[in-house]
């Protein structure tokens, strides 16, 4: 096991909905980045949080945001749900030290349901 | 922005055989390749990576190698066991961002007894 934890496991919304999905980092980690894994598929980056700024973000738009907070927790804040935004939501953990390519570790993900 | 195609998509060997997972890149400044592996309900976990100064690293039975100039690296496993079977991506840095990553699409991998 990673110590990186998410919640809920699991989450059925309606499209136009908004949800929030969180994220507890492993003891240590300054960094936090957000993955999108649709089913069949592999992770694609949605945004990177460090010292509760974001730090990157992928091609994802901007009803999708996040929240760093000083205990280096984090959230996923999607608004105006649509069908296709249905998927296993995962965050990694990693610290980040100048530009050193760090490892990431991801925890278990939240399956989201769109309906 | 980078690309990363993987090969196969789907893999099945007989117990202790070896298995050969192959990806490309496109993004020549990509420098850090690491390999996850995720089970079923699971995310995905860590299980080798390689840095561009090197070619080459091992960890028991699980190798990387890595050809820059090609920009292609590889995952070797060998003497495959049952537990081994899970879906494997692997990934690479995007630049200028330092830590985070395009994964490829995930090889399935299925080590028959």
């Known amino acids: 096991e990673t110590g990186v934890t998410q919640s809920p496991t699991h989450l059925i919304k309606t499209r136009g909905q908004q949800v929030t999905l969180r994220c507890s980092s492993q003891?240590?980690?300054?960094?936090v980045s957000w993955y999108q894994q649709a089913l069949g598929q592999g992770p694609q980056f949605i945004f990177q949080?460090?010292?509760?700024?974001?730090?990157g973000r992928g091609n994802f738009p901007p009803r999708f945001s996040g929240l760093q907070f000083p205990n280096y927790s984090s959230e996923l804040n999607v608004n105006a749900l649509e069908l296709d935004d249905s998927a296993l939501y995962l965050c990694?953990?990693?610290?980040?030290?100048?530009?050193?390519?760090?490892?990431?570790?991801f925890g278990p993900g939240t399956r989201l349901l769109v309906l | 922005g980078e690309n990363v195609e993987q090969h196969p998509s789907t893999l099945s060997v007989q117990e202790g055989d070896s298995a050969v997972i192959k990806c490309t890149y496109s993004d020549s400044a990509s420098n850090y390749f690491p390999w996850y592996k995720q089970e079923l309900g699971k995310g995905p976990q860590l299980i080798i990576d390689i840095r561009s100064n090197v070619g080459e690293k091992k960890d028991q039975r699980i190798a990387v190698t890595l050809n820059k100039t090609a920009k292609h690296f590889s995952l070797h496993i060998t003497e495959t066991q049952p537990e081994d079977s899970a879906v494997y991506f692997c990934?690479?840095?995007?630049?200028?961002?330092?830590?985070?990553?395009?994964f490829g699409p995930g090889t399935r991998l299925s080590v028959l007894p």
């Open positions: 990934a690479a840095s995007i630049p200028p961002y330092g830590q985070n990553f395009v």
């Open positions: 990694a953990s990693s610290f980040k030290i100048g530009t050193e390519k760090e490892t990431q570790y």
């Open positions: 949080y460090y010292r509760e700024e974001e730090n």
């Open positions: 003891s240590g980690h300054n960094t």
